[in-house]
């Protein structure tokens, strides 16, 4: 029988989860929340659609560039201090963002805020490791993922919802009670831990590292919008950013004291866990980017709908979350994982099988079954990662854990957008070849009365459409081949000894 816990460190224990999950919820919010807003602020500041498309990419790009750096922080100032100024920092230049009066403002001040909101996630992840002891971090890490996961699929529903009824400046400026509160939180809740004794700066291997990073991430976030390599833009980031990251890696091999600790790599459950991390993350904001155009766009849903159709996945992720955190340490970790790739494979093959006539019931019902089978990934996936790394570098293995996540949530948004684009302009080459006067199928075919140019119109629309459904189906039947894939790699992870032996 487990020893009894003091009320008043359960207590703690409570308010701390709160405060940190309102940090992750803030961060994974804003990384979509202003997305359906960019009509509106595009039209508000006079932008064209690439200009405003750098509101986005700003907050992407400084998030990613500076994610690494914050197990460096940690380790230098602390847990609390570096949270607590992330929070202050991200929370006022949200308010100069909803402030701000020309698009040039609005870019600086959002990439600002993925600046400071860069360590949000892991060192919210490394208090909540260091809050709980091992044998309850399942639980711990099944509350904490509800916000990772939440963020991405409420973002657009809130956003277009806060757009509507207020205007988009009320897409950052909602983020305002939200930092006050865990801000006093983590100054009132968290200890100052730090992680391991405080090392030299690596300059150089922080510079090529983030120059890798940003330029892959311009590269995967413009490159549909500049036909990838037909585009010198595109040709050039790649390059950069390969030539960048090969420097890096022969730096951090090398140097005595690189950026990223070679020890980190040496942990077999940290770089296989980190590989599942990118792909999970690819599931889950893919299909959360993907599902909103394919209501909106295809089947005519306006945006409070579409919310409300697919706000059930993260009821599904909640109760498999709750579900989980009973069963670790009870069933293999690797299992449950396993388990969970499976009902996201089998309800990724039913949207396989959608049409335009798929019915509200049907898309709810598969939603909830993605969301729980999602929800029984992560907490496991982020025990057994984490299970064999020691205590020092858990902060930097977090940093890293989360630039994956990310990276693998922007690739498959990239290859997944741009193979939607080419799939869907092949699709209706093909339909628009056949259906001809002179093919049987053609609805008039013999009669010898031409149609006139409405009725035409409507059936190049209706053909558009069936041409982007089929690439819909195929981007689903791309993730479900990924999902099943994943499973028989699973047993490539350790169990650890502390919670098998629970």
Not at 6 to 17: E, M, N
Not at 129 to 156: H, N
Not at 271 to 279: E, K
Not at 436 to 443: K, M, S
Request: aromatic share 8%; with cysteine.
């Amino acid at each position: 029988m487990a020893p009894a816990v003091d009320p008043a460190v359960l207590r703690r224990r409570r308010l701390i989860t709160f405060t940190v999950m309102a940090a992750t919820i803030m961060h994974a919010l804003d990384g979509t929340i202003a997305n359906v807003a960019l009509p509106s602020i595009q039209g508000s500041l006079s932008a064209t659609q690439e200009q405003v498309s750098w509101v986005v990419t700003s907050y992407i790009v400084a998030s990613a560039i500076l994610t690494p750096l914050a197990g460096f922080c940690a380790m230098r100032f602390g847990l609390r201090r570096t949270l607590a100024t992330c929070v202050i920092g991200f929370t006022i230049v949200s308010m100069m963002c909803g402030a701000a009066q020309t698009l040039d403002q609005l870019v600086l001040f959002r990439a600002l805020q993925g600046g400071f909101g860069a360590a949000l996630v892991p060192v919210s992840q490394a208090i909540m490791m260091d809050t709980y002891p091992r044998e309850e971090q399942g639980k711990a890490m099944a509350m904490w993922g509800v916000g990772t996961m939440l963020g991405p699929i409420a973002g657009p529903s809130l956003g277009g919802w806060l757009t509507d009824e207020l205007s988009w400046r009320w897409v950052f400026y909602v983020n305002l009670p939200v930092g006050i509160l865990c801000a006093i939180g983590i100054l009132a809740l968290v200890r100052d831990n730090v992680h391991g004794a405080p090392r030299r700066f690596d300059l150089l291997g922080f510079t090529l590292l983030a120059v890798a990073i940003g330029s892959f991430q311009l590269m995967l976030d413009r490159g549909h919008m500049l036909d990838w390599f037909d585009s010198v833009e595109i040709i050039g980031e790649t390059l950069v950013a390969a030539v960048a990251f090969a420097m890096f890696l022969i730096h951090m091999m090398t140097d005595r004291q690189p950026f990223l600790s070679r020890e980190l790599f040496r942990d077999r459950n940290l770089t296989v866990g980190l590989c599942f991390t990118a792909l999970a993350g690819l599931v889950l904001i893919v299909t959360a980017t993907l599902m909103p155009p394919f209501l909106q766009q295809l089947m005519g849903y306006p945006v409070f709908t579409t919310g409300v159709v697919l706000a059930p996945r993260g009821a599904g992720m909640m109760v498999s979350m709750m579900l989980v955190s009973r069963l670790i340490g009870i069933v293999d970790a690797r299992i449950l994982i396993g388990l969970g790739f499976g009902l996201a494979a089998a309800s990724l093959y039913d949207m396989t099988l959608f049409n335009l006539n798929v019915s509200e019931s049907r898309i709810v019902w598969n939603g909830v079954l993605l969301g729980f089978g999602l929800g029984l990934v992560f907490p496991p996936l982020t025990v057994l990662t984490f299970a064999t790394l020691p205590q020092r570098l858990r902060t930097e293995g977090a940093a890293v854990n989360a630039l994956l996540r990310n990276l693998g949530a922007s690739i498959g948004i990239a290859v997944l957008v741009s193979m939607l684009a080419s799939n869907t302009q092949q699709n209706r080459a093909d339909m628009v070849e056949k259906f001809t006067p002179w093919h049987p199928g053609w609805p008039m075919a013999g009669s010898g009365v031409s149609l006139d140019p409405t009725q035409l119109a409507i059936w190049d629309g209706e053909i558009t459409r069936q041409a982007a459904l089929i690439g819909y189906l195929n981007d689903f039947r791309v993730m479900m081949i990924c999902s099943l894939v994943l499973i028989p790699l699973l047993f490539l992870m350790r169990r650890p000894p502390l919670i098998a032996g629970r």
